[in-house]
């Protein structure tokens, strides 16, 4: 026989199998997320992972690092051998793997229209995986999950106050509580006031230029406010004087983001006003807010940021509609509650095992099953088998040990004994009490035990 040669893959670096208990962790998140934003009236959206490379280009700009660095490519196989032949593509034809959720979802509401009855903003909120090809490390991944929220179409700052708390609201449902978060926020200014700022910044780079990295000096034209972002300690001491945005905010920004302040005063929200905190994206404007969480994380300590773009909708789609949103990190919450030893461990649910003793109790337990499970219950059946063997019956002791295994709250009874007299044995896992049954009382049994 012709030998094969096998191979044994592993996941690609800075990816995650999501497992047992990160699944239901991620399906709390998404129960958290449901609750808690759609009592502000966000509803569910789900976009593309893949769009065009120019939506991320000019959405979250060409000199941030997500873009500049970090963005994935999807190149079809059909495109692949255009580029070999040295064919250029159309922009169309040049796809990404979103790196983030914002541009996509404002490009959506944008093409559907999605902007609510009478005008009022439309709210939508994502969950799902982006990719950014960054060096890998503690709460930092290549594919990792995000959920996010994205209002358009309003500039009120009540919308501003109202994203912070809700993403506050959020960590506290799903148990990290406030006493180890970090708020900090800023305004970034609007058209009107930020081209004086960034000038300022420019002037300020140009005069440290000795001083200042290459990546902060390359991006002085095109996008000066980036070296507030940047992590070379040298640069970082620099940008500590740094002209301060809030010298050069127009009169209507520093309104805004006055009410944003008092807004969060009024609810009792601790935050730090931070000059330099400008966000790794170029299209916010006005507010930005990140918030660090002080245990569980190395230096990747942001679970969750954003802030506003009133000028995004006008720059991918064809209308111009201020918004706001943010996006928190699955994996780096998740991480945080680990250390919180807020994870539940069980990663079995089992209500109802039934236990068969004979080759004729599996039709019973068969059917049995699947009424339960119509009622709602879990219910499972000893579903090994030995060596290829599916046919073997397992011990009652075998399989009450399996049952405990699983957590089940309860076992079901049936052998020859049982199906000669139609009945079967019900057993509590935790009082250790039993009852017979007739069979067919018992889904109605259970029904009760429910209401
Ligand atoms: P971001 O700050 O780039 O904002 O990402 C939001 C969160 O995603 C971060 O706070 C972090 O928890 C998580 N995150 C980011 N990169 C990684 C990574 N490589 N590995 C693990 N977790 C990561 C945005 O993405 C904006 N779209 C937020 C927004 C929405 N602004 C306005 N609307």
Same mark, same amino acid.
């Given at each position: 026989?012709?030998?094969?040669?096998?191979?044994?893959?592993?996941?690609?670096?800075?990816?995650?199998?999501?497992l047992?208990?990160?699944?239901?962790?991620w399906?709390?998140?998404?129960?958290?997320?449901?609750?808690?934003?759609?009592?502000?009236?966000?509803?569910?959206?789900?976009?593309?992972?893949?769009?065009?490379?120019?939506?991320?280009?000019?959405?979250?700009?060409?000199?941030?690092?997500?873009?500049?660095?970090?963005?994935?490519s999807?190149?079809?196989?059909?495109?692949?051998?255009?580029?070999?032949?040295?064919?250029?593509?159309?922009?169309?034809?040049?796809?990404?793997?979103?790196?983030?959720?914002?541009?996509?979802?404002?490009?959506?509401?944008?093409?559907?229209?999605?902007?609510?009855?009478?005008?009022?903003?439309?709210?939508?909120?994502? =969950?799902?995986?982006?990719?950014?090809?960054?060096?890998?490390?503690?709460?930092?991944?290549?594919?990792?999950?995000?959920?996010?929220?994205?209002?358009?179409?309003?500039?009120s700052?009540?919308?501003d106050?109202?994203?912070?708390?809700?993403?506050?609201?959020?960590?506290?449902?799903?148990?990290?509580?406030?006493?180890?978060?970090t708020?900090?926020?800023?305004?970034?200014?609007?058209?009107?006031?930020?081209?004086?700022?960034?000038?300022?910044?420019?002037?300020?780079?140009?005069?440290?230029?000795?001083?200042?990295?290459?990546?902060?000096?390359?991006?002085?034209?095109?996008?000066p406010?980036?070296?507030?972002?940047?992590?070379?300690?040298?640069?970082?001491?620099?940008?500590?004087?740094?002209?301060?945005?809030?010298?050069?905010?127009?009169?209507d920004?520093?309104?805004?983001?006055?009410?944003?302040?008092?807004?969060?005063?009024?609810s009792?929200?601790?935050?730090?006003?931070?000059?330099?905190?400008?966000?790794?994206?170029?299209?916010?404007?006005?507010?930005?807010?990140?918030?660090?969480?002080?245990?569980?994380?190395?230096?990747?300590?942001?679970?969750?940021?954003?802030?506003?773009?009133?000028?995004?909708?006008?720059?991918?789609?064809?209308?111009?509609?201020?918004?706001?949103?943010?996006a928190?990190?699955?994996?780096?919450?998740?991480l945080?509650?680990?250390?919180?030893?807020?994870?539940?461990?069980?990663?079995?649910s089992?209500d109802?095992?039934?236990?068969?003793?004979?080759?004729?109790?599996?039709?019973?337990?068969?059917?049995?099953?699947?009424?339960?499970?119509?009622?709602?219950?879990?219910t499972?059946?000893?579903?090994?088998?030995?060596?290829?063997?599916?046919?073997?019956?397992?011990?009652?002791?075998?399989?009450?040990?399996?049952?405990?295994?699983?957590?089940?709250?309860?076992?079901?009874i049936?052998?020859?004994?049982?199906?000669?007299?139609?009945?079967?044995?019900?057993?509590?896992?935790?009082?250790?009490?039993?009852? =017979?049954?007739?069979?067919?009382?018992?889904?109605?049994?259970?029904?009760?035990?429910?209401?």
């Open positions: 026989m012709k030998e094969t040669s096998r191979a044994v893959f592993k996941r690609p670096e800075g990816t995650a199998d999501l047992g208990k990160d699944i239901a962790l399906q709390k998140f998404l129960k958290c997320a449901d609750g808690v934003f759609t009592l502000r009236g966000y509803k569910r959206i789900e976009t593309p992972i893949i769009e065009r490379e120019d939506l991320f280009k000019r959405g979250i700009g060409e000199a941030t690092d997500v873009v500049s660095k970090e963005m994935y999807a190149i079809s196989g059909g495109n692949l051998s255009k580029i070999k032949t040295g064919e250029n593509l159309s922009s169309r034809s040049k796809l990404a793997l979103r790196p983030e959720g914002t541009a996509g979802t404002v490009r959506a509401i944008c093409e559907n229209g999605l902007t609510e009855v009478d005008s009022m903003p439309a709210k939508y909120y994502y =969950a799902g995986p982006m990719f950014r090809a960054e060096r890998p490390q503690k709460g930092r991944q290549r594919q990792f999950y995000q959920i996010g929220t994205e209002m358009l179409g309003s500039n700052p009540y919308l106050a109202e994203a912070v708390l809700m993403l506050l609201d959020f960590f506290n449902r799903v148990g990290i509580e406030s006493s180890i978060l708020l900090d926020i800023n305004s970034m200014g609007c058209e009107e006031c930020r081209p004086a700022f960034r000038e300022a910044v420019k002037e300020y780079i140009e005069n440290n230029s000795e001083h200042m990295c290459d990546t902060c000096m390359e991006r002085a034209n095109a996008n406010l980036r070296a507030f972002d940047c992590k070379n300690e040298t640069c970082a001491k620099i940008m500590d004087s740094a002209p301060n945005i809030h010298d050069y905010l127009c009169d920004c520093k309104e805004h983001f006055e009410i944003v302040k008092s807004l969060l005063d009024a009792n929200i601790k935050y730090n006003v931070n000059n330099k905190l400008v966000r790794g994206l170029d299209y916010y404007t006005r507010t930005v807010f990140e918030i660090t969480a002080n245990i569980g994380l190395g230096s990747q300590s942001a679970i969750g940021g954003g802030g506003r773009y009133d000028k995004l909708s006008l720059e991918i789609g064809d209308k111009n509609l201020p918004g706001i949103g943010f928190l990190g699955f994996e780096r919450c998740a945080v509650l680990d250390e919180l030893g807020k994870i539940d461990d069980s990663q079995e089992c109802i095992f039934i236990a068969c003793l004979c080759s004729d109790a599996r039709n019973i337990a068969f059917e049995l099953a699947n009424k339960l499970r119509e009622t709602g219950f879990i499972r059946t000893d579903e090994r088998d030995t060596e290829g063997r599916w046919q073997n019956i397992k011990s009652l002791k075998a399989q009450l040990k399996l049952a405990n295994k699983l957590q089940s709250r309860y076992a079901i049936i052998g020859e004994d049982e199906i000669a007299e139609n009945k079967a044995q019900i057993k509590d896992m935790i009082s250790h009490s039993d009852v =017979a049954l007739s069979i067919n009382e018992i889904q109605n049994y259970f029904k009760g035990l429910k209401d």
